[in-house]
Protein backbone atom coordinates (compact mmCIF):
# COMPACT_ATOMS: atom_id res chain seq x y z
CA UNK A 1 0.00 0.00 0.00
CA UNK A 2 2.86 2.56 1.26
CA UNK A 3 4.84 1.75 -2.08
CA UNK A 4 1.69 2.13 -4.42
CA UNK A 5 1.00 5.75 -2.62
CA UNK A 6 4.70 7.06 -3.23
CA UNK A 7 3.73 5.92 -7.13
CA UNK A 8 0.97 8.25 -7.09
CA UNK A 9 3.13 11.48 -5.72
CA UNK A 10 3.20 14.18 -8.71
CA UNK A 11 3.71 17.18 -5.26
CA UNK A 12 6.14 17.19 -2.12
CA UNK A 13 4.82 19.79 0.21
CA UNK A 14 7.54 20.63 3.02
CA UNK A 15 7.26 23.11 6.01
CA UNK A 16 10.81 24.58 7.05
CA UNK A 17 11.28 24.84 10.80
CA UNK A 18 11.95 21.23 12.09
CA UNK A 19 11.41 19.78 8.85
CA UNK A 20 14.11 21.27 6.55
CA UNK A 21 16.11 22.41 9.52
CA UNK A 22 16.68 21.29 12.51
CA UNK A 23 13.97 23.31 14.37
CA UNK A 24 16.95 25.51 15.70
CA UNK A 25 16.97 29.20 15.59
CA UNK A 26 20.13 31.62 16.05
CA UNK A 27 19.18 35.21 16.75
CA UNK A 28 21.60 37.68 15.39
CA UNK A 29 22.47 40.74 17.54
CA UNK A 30 20.07 42.69 14.94
CA UNK A 31 17.36 40.20 15.58
CA UNK A 32 17.62 38.23 12.80
CA UNK A 33 17.15 34.52 13.00
CA UNK A 34 19.24 31.80 11.14
CA UNK A 35 18.58 28.35 10.23
CA UNK A 36 20.87 26.00 9.14
CA UNK A 37 19.50 23.81 5.97
CA UNK A 38 21.11 20.78 4.89
CA UNK A 39 22.73 19.96 1.55
CA UNK A 40 21.40 16.82 0.79
CA UNK A 41 18.09 17.79 1.20
CA UNK A 42 18.65 21.06 -1.42
CA UNK A 43 19.72 18.44 -3.87
CA UNK A 44 16.71 16.04 -3.50
CA UNK A 45 14.64 19.15 -4.01
CA UNK A 46 16.33 20.58 -7.00
CA UNK A 47 16.23 17.25 -8.60
CA UNK A 48 13.07 16.65 -8.03
CA UNK A 49 11.96 19.91 -9.42
CA UNK A 50 14.30 19.57 -12.59
CA UNK A 51 12.22 15.89 -12.91
CA UNK A 52 9.11 18.24 -12.90
CA UNK A 53 7.66 17.38 -9.40
CA UNK A 54 5.57 20.24 -8.06
CA UNK A 55 7.43 21.57 -4.85
CA UNK A 56 5.88 23.95 -2.04
CA UNK A 57 7.16 25.12 0.73
CA UNK A 58 4.30 26.54 3.56
CA UNK A 59 5.75 27.70 6.68
CA UNK A 60 5.04 29.87 9.17
CA UNK A 61 8.47 31.16 9.70
CA UNK A 62 9.82 33.98 7.05
CA UNK A 63 13.05 35.67 6.08
CA UNK A 64 14.88 36.98 2.98
CA UNK A 65 17.97 34.00 2.97
CA UNK A 66 14.82 31.66 3.74
CA UNK A 67 13.37 32.61 0.66
CA UNK A 68 16.40 33.06 -1.22
CA UNK A 69 17.08 29.25 -0.45
CA UNK A 70 14.38 28.34 -2.35
CA UNK A 71 14.46 30.14 -5.06
CA UNK A 72 18.00 29.04 -5.64
CA UNK A 73 16.99 25.53 -5.85
CA UNK A 74 14.46 26.14 -8.35
CA UNK A 75 11.12 26.10 -5.82
CA UNK A 76 9.10 29.28 -6.83
CA UNK A 77 6.05 27.78 -4.60
CA UNK A 78 7.29 29.36 -1.45
CA UNK A 79 4.48 30.91 1.07
CA UNK A 80 6.63 32.45 4.08
CA UNK A 81 4.74 33.96 7.20
CA UNK A 82 1.95 31.08 6.70
CA UNK A 83 -1.06 31.66 9.24
CA UNK A 84 -3.87 29.45 8.04
CA UNK A 85 -1.69 26.55 5.92
CA UNK A 86 -5.16 24.66 5.15
CA UNK A 87 -6.29 27.56 2.57
CA UNK A 88 -3.06 28.23 1.33
CA UNK A 89 -3.14 24.29 0.69
CA UNK A 90 -6.54 24.43 -0.71
CA UNK A 91 -6.00 27.48 -3.23
CA UNK A 92 -2.19 25.87 -4.66
CA UNK A 93 -4.30 22.60 -5.61
CA UNK A 94 -6.71 24.46 -7.28
CA UNK A 95 -3.93 27.07 -8.59
CA UNK A 96 -1.75 23.62 -10.02
CA UNK A 97 -4.87 21.78 -10.99
CA UNK A 98 -3.79 18.67 -8.71
CA UNK A 99 -5.41 16.60 -6.43
CA UNK A 100 -4.50 16.30 -2.54
CA UNK A 101 -4.04 12.56 -3.54
CA UNK A 102 -1.49 13.79 -5.32
CA UNK A 103 0.38 15.67 -2.40
CA UNK A 104 3.21 14.42 0.06
CA UNK A 105 3.41 16.91 3.35
CA UNK A 106 6.76 16.55 5.54
CA UNK A 107 5.25 18.22 8.87
CA UNK A 108 6.36 17.86 12.13
CA UNK A 109 4.54 19.99 14.41
CA UNK A 110 0.80 21.24 15.37
CA UNK A 111 0.54 24.00 12.98
CA UNK A 112 0.71 20.59 10.35
CA UNK A 113 -1.96 18.83 11.92
CA UNK A 114 -5.14 20.02 10.10
CA UNK A 115 -3.43 20.08 6.34
CA UNK A 116 -1.86 17.05 6.96
CA UNK A 117 -5.03 15.61 7.44
CA UNK A 118 -6.29 16.37 4.06
CA UNK A 119 -3.00 15.45 1.42
CA UNK A 120 -2.62 11.59 0.08
CA UNK A 121 0.23 11.01 2.33
CA UNK A 122 1.71 12.56 4.96
CA UNK A 123 4.83 11.82 6.26
CA UNK A 124 7.08 13.10 9.33
CA UNK A 125 10.79 13.17 10.52
CA UNK A 126 11.64 10.79 13.42
CA UNK A 127 11.57 13.62 16.12
CA UNK A 128 8.47 15.20 15.23
CA UNK A 129 5.77 15.84 17.70
CA UNK A 130 3.38 12.64 18.68
CA UNK A 131 0.11 13.82 17.43
CA UNK A 132 2.09 14.01 13.98
CA UNK A 133 3.60 10.83 14.49
CA UNK A 134 0.23 9.21 14.71
CA UNK A 135 -1.52 10.39 11.33
CA UNK A 136 1.62 10.32 9.58
CA UNK A 137 1.46 6.49 6.70
CA UNK A 138 5.72 7.45 6.96
CA UNK A 139 7.61 8.25 10.05
CA UNK A 140 11.38 8.91 8.48
CA UNK A 141 14.10 7.28 10.74
CA UNK A 142 16.02 11.16 10.14
CA UNK A 143 15.10 13.91 12.21
CA UNK A 144 14.60 17.59 11.05
CA UNK A 145 17.40 19.07 9.19
CA UNK A 146 19.26 16.07 8.70
CA UNK A 147 17.76 14.33 5.44
CA UNK A 148 14.38 13.45 6.50
CA UNK A 149 13.15 15.51 3.23
CA UNK A 150 15.93 13.77 0.92
CA UNK A 151 14.81 10.69 2.72
CA UNK A 152 11.66 11.10 1.17
CA UNK A 153 12.00 12.54 -1.92
CA UNK A 154 15.02 9.77 -2.70
CA UNK A 155 11.82 7.18 -1.65
CA UNK A 156 9.37 8.77 -4.03
CA UNK A 157 11.85 9.16 -6.68
CA UNK A 158 13.28 5.81 -6.82
CA UNK A 159 9.65 4.21 -7.12
CA UNK A 160 8.84 6.16 -10.17
CA UNK A 161 12.35 5.28 -11.32
CA UNK A 162 13.47 8.78 -11.83
CA UNK A 163 15.63 8.81 -9.10
CA UNK A 164 19.05 9.42 -11.06
CA UNK A 165 20.79 12.83 -12.55
CA UNK A 166 22.40 11.54 -15.85
CA UNK A 167 24.33 14.94 -15.69
CA UNK A 168 24.78 16.15 -11.96
CA UNK A 169 26.17 19.08 -11.08
CA UNK A 170 28.47 19.94 -7.97
CA UNK A 171 26.77 23.35 -7.22
CA UNK A 172 22.97 22.42 -7.58
CA UNK A 173 22.56 21.41 -3.85
CA UNK A 174 24.54 24.44 -2.28
CA UNK A 175 22.90 26.72 -4.21
Known amino acids: ?28 DNGEGLRT ?3 KD ?11 YNICII ?11 FSNLGISDVYLGAGDKVDIFKQYLINKNILADEVLYMGDDIPDLNVMKLVGLP ?3 AD ?6 AISKFVSPYPGGKTAVRDII ?22
Open 59 to 69: SGGNGVAMARR
Open 42 to 52: GYAMQLAVKKG
Open 1 to 28: MFLQKLKDISTFIFDVDGVLTDGSIQIT
Open 154 to 175: EKVMKVQDKWHDTRPNASDSGK
Open 123 to 125: TCP
Open 128 to 133: AVEEIK
Open 37 to 39: FNI
